[in-house]
Nanobody, 122 residues
Framework: QMQLVESGGGLVQAGGSLKLSCAASGRTFSSYAMGWFRQTPGKEREFVARISWTAGTTYYADSVKGRFTISRDNAKSTVYLQMNSLTPADTAVYYC???????????????WGQGTQVTVSS
């Protein structure tokens, strides 16, 4: 089993920034591709960004491209999501997840964190 714990969420004004962190334990972190997803009430979980095992490749949803940056530090078993130019539409619970394959589908992810709330006020 792999345990994932997100942190860094909170309340921010539109145009502001937040950096989410996700600390992993229990498995070899560098063996997993990592992703960030988000979910709002009544909607399906939405892909945000993903990063390959060695951080060689990244991929973003169109809605966040140019504003969000995913990164990882395998020595610290941590993945990050830097979020800039936030808008109220970014308000959601953000989840990190681990997968043995590179994918944008939540169905391909084996392990999930509990989520951290991000609220952007207008």
């Amino acid at each position: 089993q792999m345990q994932l714990v997100e942190s860094g969420g909170g309340l921010v004004q539109a145009g502001g920034s937040l950096k989410l962190s996700c600390a992993a334990s229990g498995r070899t972190f560098s063996s997993y591709a990592m992703g960030w997803f988000r979910q709002t009430p009544g909607k399906e979980r939405e892909f945000v960004a993903r990063i390959s095992w060695t951080a060689g490749t990244t991929y973003y949803a169109d809605s966040v491209k140019g504003r969000f940056t995913i990164s990882r530090d395998n020595a610290k078993s941590t993945v990050y999501l830097q979020m800039n130019s936030l808008t109220p539409a970014d308000t959601a619970v953000y989840y990190c997840a681990a997968s043995t394959i590179i994918s944008t589908s939540s169905k391909m992810y084996n392990y999930w964190g509990q989520g951290t709330q991000v609220t952007v006020s207008s």
